[in-house]
């Protein structure tokens, strides 16, 4: 059934609850499992750090990925709990342009994504996982 899943993986608790998910997935289905986690650039604002702390941009971006580094290796360590090797991939860029660059990369055949719930009737679907489903060209797994 699908073969190749990626797992769009950042700190919210929706996305823990869809690694859980793709694991199983993957492990029953015995699919490859890729983890892709993005790194949105800083605003534009923080540039003004730079001024009152030299060199605090570099500071806050090196904080960032070393969190989201770890975000993964933690993912990691509960797939090969369950038996699986995982390819993880850290991009920085637009959200939903990178996974979905990352899904026509990989060849995924399925995405398993965190959906937060948003109170306004227009964002009902979520706006990551919306804007993704109409550009990805797989089938979505959106967990709450």
């Given amino acids: 059934m699908y073969s190749r899943i990626v797992i769009a993986l950042d700190e919210s608790p929706q996305a823990k609850r869809a690694l859980a998910t793709a694991i199983e997935l993957a492990k029953s289905l015995g699919a490859e499992l890729r983890l892709i986690t993005v790194s949105e650039p800083l605003p534009v604002y923080a540039a003004l750090i730079d001024s009152e702390i030299p060199g605090g941009r570099q ?86």
């Fill in 59 to 144: 500071m806050l971006l090196e904080e960032r990925n070393t969190f989201y580094r770890n975000l993964q290796n933690e993912a990691i360590r509960d797939a090969a709990a369950a038996g699986l090797v995982v390819q993880a991939k850290i991009v920085e860029g637009n959200e939903v342009q990178s996974i979905v660059d990352h899904i026509a990369e990989t060849g995924a055949d399925l995405l398993v994504i965190g959906r937060r719930h948003h109170a306004s009737i227009g964002n009902m679907l979520g706006r990551t996982v919306h804007s993704v489903a109409e550009k990805a060209r797989c089938s979505i797994l959106a967990v709450y």
